[in-house]
């Protein structure tokens, strides 16, 4: 498939160990924040949102925390499997015309 | 079922021509969005739409063209101008605010 990052950061974890990715946003006053997986040679696919009136909020296997004091967010993946291998991004609506501002992204490598 | 599509999945230009790609979209989505996405470098705004026959430049619009005729559609024109359009192009919608976007599967063009 297509790389979508050569030089992407890149965290390695062990199949079902936690993975925990994170994010440092930019502006304070952002009020929505998305994380997405990108498999290779595919468009992102949503995984899990969170607003700025919240600080964590749990999916299936997945949980998003916001840190607005030092706007940090970080995504934890449970029991980490293979399928998980992927890039990840974060994203922030500044509320400036409705759009999102992506981060870099982080490569996640699952080892068996 | 509601999706993106994007076409065609790989595209080939030669050296100073223009080439359009597809982004149709059946969600009702109000806006529609373009992104550049180049190795290690995330995602990068290119144009963005909020409504018909209206659109707005984004971060790197330079050497590229859209139109917003209808809701469901937002095609982009690479142009003989922008020098390195290599790259894999995503096409995203949304309802207006910006959140919850839905993204197509991507194009990549490459200039030979």
């Known amino acids: 498939g297509e790389s979508v990052g050569l030089h992407l950061p890149t965290l390695s974890v062990q199949e079902g160990d936690n993975s925990i990715i994170n994010c440092a946003y930019s502006?304070?006053?952002?009020?929505?924040f998305i994380w997405y997986k990108q498999e290779s040679g595919k468009g992102p696919q949503f995984i899990i949102d969170?607003?700025?009136?919240?600080d964590k909020r749990q999916g299936q296997r997945v949980t998003v925390l916001l840190n607005k004091t030092v706007k940090h967010l970080s995504l934890q993946i449970a029991a980490t499997q293979p399928g998980d291998s992927a890039v990840y991004f974060c994203?922030?609506?500044?509320?400036?015309?409705?759009?999102?501002?992506f981060g870099t992204g982080t490569r996640l490598q699952v080892t068996l | 079922d509601g999706g993106i599509t994007q076409s065609p999945k790989y595209l080939f230009r030669k050296e100073g021509q223009n080439v359009t790609l597809s982004c149709e979209q059946n969600?009702?989505?109000?806006?529609m969005y373009w992104y550049r996405q180049d190795p290690g470098q995330g995602l990068r705004l290119i144009y963005y739409?909020?409504?018909?026959?209206?659109?707005q430049k984004g971060d790197i619009a330079e050497g590229y063209s859209v139109s917003r005729e209808k809701k469901e559609s937002f095609p982009l024109t690479v142009t003989s101008a922008q020098k390195n359009p290599t790259a894999f192009y995503l096409c995203?919608?949304?309802?207006?605010?910006?959140?919850?976007?839905?993204f197509g599967s991507g194009t990549r063009l490459t200039v030979v």
């Open positions: 969170i607003r700025s009136n919240m």
């Open positions: 995203a919608s949304s309802p207006l605010g910006g959140y919850g976007y839905t």
């Open positions: 994203a922030e609506n500044t509320g400036t015309a409705s759009k999102l501002t």
């Open positions: 739409s909020q409504i018909v026959n209206d659109f």
């Open positions: 969600l009702n989505h109000d806006a």
């Open positions: 502006n304070s006053a952002s009020d929505y």
